[in-house]
């Protein structure tokens, strides 16, 4: 953990990896929830418009419900997060809100880890 990364990121949140979808596009399942160290930020209801349409989004916006910071590298688009503590196998009994974007952030000072921004929407 960086030195910035070491006093700032105080809080916890669970996050549920996204296992994969079948043929329909309904998720298969989640891997067990593991809990990563944090910062966050909840109810910005900012706008992010979509980046192109070789993404498929172009004109696509989402609302943004939390900004969580983190140097937890894993996550992804799919997978679910809850600011806060749980055990519970299912995100959505949980009451995880499921992440839209992550933002990648270079460890400005230590290099010994980035930073991301993951963030939920409405």
């Given amino acids: 953990m960086s030195a ?14 996204n296992l994969g979808n079948n043929t329909y596009g309904d998720p ?8 990563i160290m944090c910062d966050y930020e909840g109810g910005l ?3 992010i418009a979509g980046v192109s349409a070789a993404m498929g989004d172009l004109g696509s916006e989402v609302v943004v419900k939390n900004t969580i910071w983190t140097e937890y590298a894993d996550a992804s ?3 679910y997060i809850l600011i806060g503590e749980s055990v519970l196998i299912d995100p959505l009994e949980a009451g995880a809100d499921e992440l839209l974007r992550i933002i990648r952030y270079a460890d400005t000072f230590d290099r010994i880890a980035d930073d991301f921004a993951l963030i939920t929407g409405d």
């Fill in 4 to 17: 910035a990364a070491n006093w700032s990121y105080t809080a916890v949140a669970t996050i549920w990896r």
């Fill in 45 to 47: 209801s900012k706008k």
């Fill in 28 to 35: 298969i399942g989640y891997a067990t929830p593991v809990k």
């Fill in 77 to 79: 688009s799919g997978d």
